[in-house]
């Protein structure tokens, strides 16, 4: 599995961006996906999750503000950011779960500043 995440980016505050994560290679049985972030210094968090069966989960930290989506046809996930923050600045990576084993992607670089 090869994940290839893009959309990173530069944003004033209160703006938006879309990050996406493509998939590729032996994808059938994956059954989670999730995008992480790391903020320099800090440890790597999860930001939202979505499963094969549709149930979703956002940290307390984005909820109301970014959105998880897949899109099966073009094998990508992605992570609509709005209302940012500049404590939102941070690298995000795609992951995917596939029995018995995690896949990440290369990570995508978000800024939020003024």
């Known amino acids: 599995v090869q994940l290839q995440a893009s959309g990173g980016g530069l944003v004033q505050p209160g703006g938006s961006l879309r990050l996406s994560c493509a998939a590729s290679g032996s994808i059938s049985g994956i059954n989670v996906m999730r995008w992480y972030r790391q903020a320099p210094g800090k440890q790597r968090e999860l930001v939202a999750t979505?499963?094969?069966?549709?149930?979703?989960y956002y940290a307390d930290s984005v909820k109301g503000r970014f959105t998880i989506s897949g899109d099966n046809a073009k094998k990508t996930v992605y992570l609509q950011m709005n209302s940012l923050k500049i404590e939102d600045t941070a690298v995000y990576y795609c992951?995917?779960?596939?029995?018995?084993?995690?896949?990440w992607g290369q990570g995508t670089l978000v800024t939020v500043s003024s």
């Open positions: 992951n995917a779960w596939k029995p018995v084993r995690h896949y």
């Open positions: 979505i499963t094969s069966g549709g149930s979703i």
